[in-house]
């Protein structure tokens, strides 16, 4: 046991030695072999590396890139294209044939004609000759808007048709100066079921094809409108002009109200007198609205004829000068600011006040307009002008041929080319958001309230080619007391006379409003101004001096 135990002793001292040993020296011990461990680890990493090195380099001298003289991508997709004809060559041997796909339902759209003027394609430009009108009118109310077909019919010159609902007696002298009457098919058997339309939109939508069906020659628009819509037919001329007949054209104006292109649409001609067609458009679509079987809706627009150019993919093209007169009340703000386009149409002549205070019916003052200004110069009837008096800090608006506005103070032209609110709208409501263009109120200040002077007399002066047209002052029963230190118009101007040349041309040009310049400072006694309008010099602006 003693040895035994001697021996485990012993065998613990030399552990024990050895301990201490590897404490003191250890370090410096695996020094060395740590280095060279690490060297023969480098030693294969290099060795691992030069050879994949060398295996890459051949690799790559190998490649069959190398050997090709062209552009490596243009072979390689030159050899794709036969490994894709061989599979679908196999495939196509064990699949049953496959039929060839059906040919277009639509033939396709015909070249671009290169571009030409109308004047370079037409020998002619459109006349008289070249428009029909189609006049929708009824018995009950012939006997009053004949008068208006009177004003603006050409007989002999003009092609046309009146539709009645029933027949009426009518002189030969008088039926001398309208177009030939004729009397529309019955539409009561057709129902109409828009709350807020009227049954008469059933039989203008009738007459279009009526009047296309009577196959008359050498015609380029068909115009329809209703019997108390007056045109000024040379201005429609000067428009049709601009537009090829020959293309799709479906050419009018919006209502004045906004709540009536709400209910009906903004995308159709209103008043029936604002619906140039061009003629081969109307071909395809004879039976427009109420007579086209496939179109129920048709039944419901107060134009179905609206309903036929849609279906033919024909929009309305907007131009203004169609008036439709959607308003009840005074024309003055309207007429006084007419847009910058020509006068076209009047319409609603019935349902607003005499354009002329002193004329005893609306057709008396229409025929004032048409045997002055629009025998004198057709293309700048209504037309706006705006100046100034320096020297007594007026502004003038000339509406050629309709009045004279002269107001105390400078106002600016962006606020006189705007309508006065002188008129209601269709709902008989004061309301300026109603209307689906930019107004102005009536001014209430007394000092602002405009003094006019309403066309009456016209001529022309031969010797100097000039218009000279006469408007007098409009004596309102109880002028109202203003209390600015500015000259008071009304007790200075009685009488504004208006020169200026006949510009048969206007609407050749691009659209620009006429300038107009006091002539001479006036005078007390003489109670007369004369005023220039006509063409703007260069460089000239409406500004007060």
Known sequence: ?????????????????VTESSRHGGKAASSPLIF?????????????????????????????FSSCPGNPIRDSD???????????????????????????????PPPSPPPRTLQAVEVEPTGLQHIVFGIAASANFWGKRKEYIK???????????????????????????????KISADTSKFPYTHKHGSRSALRISRIV????????????????????????????????????????????SQSESHLQNIIFSYTMAYGGGDSPLAAPRCLPCPDAGPMHPPLPRALWQRRPHQACMAELGVPLTH??????????????????????APLLTLHHLDVVETIFPDSRTQAAAIRRIFDGPVRLDSSAVMQQSICYDAERHWTVSVSWGFVVQVVRGIMSPREMERPARTFLNWYRRADYTAYAFNTRPVAR???????????????LDKSNRTTVTRYNRYKESRSPICRWKLADPSALVDEVVVYKKPDPS???????RNCCRVLQSLKVGKKTMAVEVGVCREDEITEAL
């Not at 004003?151 to 007696?169: C, E, S």
């Not at 200040?445 to 001529?459: A, G, V």
Request: charged fraction near 20%.
């Open 506 to 512: 206007l609407w050749d040009r691009a659209p620009r």
């Open 445 to 459: 200040n007394p000092c602002q309230k405009p003094f006019l002077y309403y066309l009456s007399s016209s001529s």
């Open 151 to 181: 004003l603006w019919w050409r007989p002999r010159r003009m092609r046309g048709y009146v539709w009645l609902d029933r027949p009426v007696r009518e002189s030969r002298s008088s039926a001398a100066a309208l177009p030939t009457i």
């Open 78 to 108: 030159a050899e794709e294209p036969e490994a894709l004809i061989h599979i679908s060559t196999s495939n196509l041997s064990s699949s049953p044939p496959v039929s060839p796909p059906p040919a277009p339902r639509f033939p396709p």
């Open 209 to 252: 094809s009526e009047t296309v069906r009577l196959s008359l020659t050498n015609v380029r628009w068909f115009v329809m409108c209703d019997d108390d819509t007056v045109f000024i037919a040379d201005n429609l001329i000067r428009v049709l002009n601009k537009f090829d007949h020959r293309q799709p054209y479906y050419i009018g």
């Open 319 to 340: 131009h203004p000068g169609f008036h439709q007169f959607d308003v009840y009340g005074n024309l003055l703000g309207l007429l006084a600011a007419h847009p910058i």
């Open 36 to 64: 060279r461990l690490l060297s023969c680890r480098s030693m294969m990493c290099l060795f691992f590396l030069s050879g994949l090195f060398i295996f890459y380099v051949f690799a790559i001298a190998a490649s069959p």
């Open 1 to 17: 046991m003693k040895g035994v135990r001697s021996n485990r002793e012993a065998a613990l001292r030399a552990s024990l030695k």
